[in-house]
């Protein structure tokens, strides 16, 4: 198997990932599971970017996907954080209890 | 050739451990398997020769990333949720938009199955995978990037702190 045809395999592989994380943040209502299809995404993102990366032979792919996993990581820490900041107050993760700013 | 055999086995394994994340009515559940598909992903990486990105991967993501979920998982120790009585219109929306998508990029991929430019050499590919390969470019073209990632994670700690330890809302 070359690299040219393998790299299809990948970029279709990813693309599942992705609509599987798609369909986490639409169908589900716990908004940690949501976050966790957030980060289901970027992998599936991250994914593309090495499988072409080390097709083409060039390393700029796999340091975009470095910076990718550090704002992940910021992007975890913040939205955990707020979660728990309206779970104090509201008691429950359910996706459409948070509408603070209805109304 | 073991690749492609490997190739499928993780692959099957990566979609699997996501339908499973999704499907699990616990979010213990949800996160555990969504480690596995991140080890999956790792094997994927190496599949394709790029060991630092495999390695921060499991580091970063399968070590940090999900223990803090887990962890805030577990603080808050959550029920779980009951099921949704009635059938709801936004379940048969969001899977027609999920088909739509993966539509979508299928055509995409399909479409650029022949634009696809000649393909690096398997010397050439395990040779950018290295550490010192990736150093080289991140500490030299990409540097203040980095350093911006730096100031990032440290303002993301210092609002995550913050946000967590107030009573605001």
Same mark, same amino acid.
């Given at each position: 198997?070359?690299?040219?045809?393998?790299?299809?395999?990948?970029?279709?592989?990813?693309?599942?990932?992705? @609509?599987?994380?798609?369909?986490?943040?639409?169908?589900?209502?716990?908004?940690?599971?949501?976050?966790?299809?957030?980060?289901?995404?970027?992998?599936?993102?991250?994914?593309?970017?090495?499988?072409?990366?080390?097709?083409?032979?060039?390393?700029?792919?796999?340091?975009?996907?470095?910076? @990718?996993?550090?704002?992940?990581?910021?992007?975890?820490? @913040?939205?955990?954080?707020?979660?728990?900041?309206?779970?104090?107050? &509201?008691?429950?993760?359910?996706?459409?209890?948070?509408?603070?700013? &209805?109304? | 050739?073991?690749?492609?055999?490997?190739?499928?086995?993780?692959?099957?394994?990566?979609?699997?451990?996501?339908?499973?994340?999704?499907?699990?009515?616990?979010? !213990?559940?949800?996160?555990?398997?969504?480690?596995?598909?991140?080890?999956?992903? +790792?094997?994927?990486?190496?599949?394709?020769?790029?060991?630092?990105?495999?390695?921060?991967?499991?580091?970063?993501?399968?070590?940090?990333?999900?223990?803090?979920?887990?962890?805030?998982?577990?603080?808050?120790?959550? +029920?779980? #949720?009951?099921?949704?009585?009635?059938?709801?219109?936004?379940?048969?929306?969001?899977?027609?938009?999920?088909?739509?998508?993966?539509?979508?990029?299928?055509?995409?991929?399909?479409?650029?199955?022949? !634009?696809?430019?000649? +393909?690096?050499?398997?010397?050439?590919?395990?040779?950018?995978?290295?550490?010192? +390969?990736?150093?080289?470019?991140?500490?030299?073209?990409?540097?203040?990037?980095?350093?911006?990632?730096?100031?990032?994670?440290?303002?993301?700690?210092?609002?995550?702190? #913050?946000?967590?330890?107030?009573?605001?809302?």
């Amino acid at each position: 198997m070359d690299l040219s045809h393998s790299l299809n395999w990948y970029l279709a592989l990813s693309a599942v990932l992705f @609509v599987i994380g798609v369909l986490g943040v639409l169908l589900r209502r716990n908004v940690i599971v949501i976050l966790m299809s957030v980060e289901l995404m970027l992998n599936a993102v991250n994914l593309t970017l090495v499988s072409a990366s080390q097709a083409f032979g060039d390393v700029s792919g796999q340091i975009l996907v470095f910076f @990718v996993m550090a704002v992940a990581a910021a992007e975890a820490a @913040v939205g955990l954080a707020i979660v728990i900041a309206i779970f104090r107050n &509201k008691l429950t993760v359910d996706i459409n209890e948070f509408n603070l700013f &209805k109304n | 050739m073991i690749a492609p055999f490997l190739f499928f086995i993780l692959a099957i394994g990566a979609v699997a451990a996501a339908l499973g994340m999704i499907i699990a009515r616990n979010p !213990v559940n949800s996160a555990l398997l969504l480690v596995l598909n991140l080890f999956c992903i +790792a094997g994927l990486y190496l599949t394709l020769n790029a060991q630092f990105i495999a390695v921060i991967q499991v580091l970063v993501y399968a070590g940090a990333i999900m223990v803090l979920f887990l962890f805030v998982i577990m603080l808050l120790n959550l +029920a779980e #949720m009951p099921r949704p009585q009635q059938f709801r219109w936004s379940y048969a929306l969001a899977l027609v938009l999920g088909a739509l998508v993966l539509a979508q990029a299928v055509y995409v991929i399909a479409e650029g199955f022949n !634009v696809i430019p000649a +393909a690096a050499s398997p010397e050439q590919a395990a040779a950018t995978g290295t550490a010192k +390969a990736i150093a080289m470019d991140l500490f030299t073209t990409y540097m203040l990037p980095f350093e911006m990632i730096g100031i990032l994670l440290l303002v993301a700690t210092i609002g995550a702190v #913050m946000l967590a330890k107030r009573r605001f809302i």
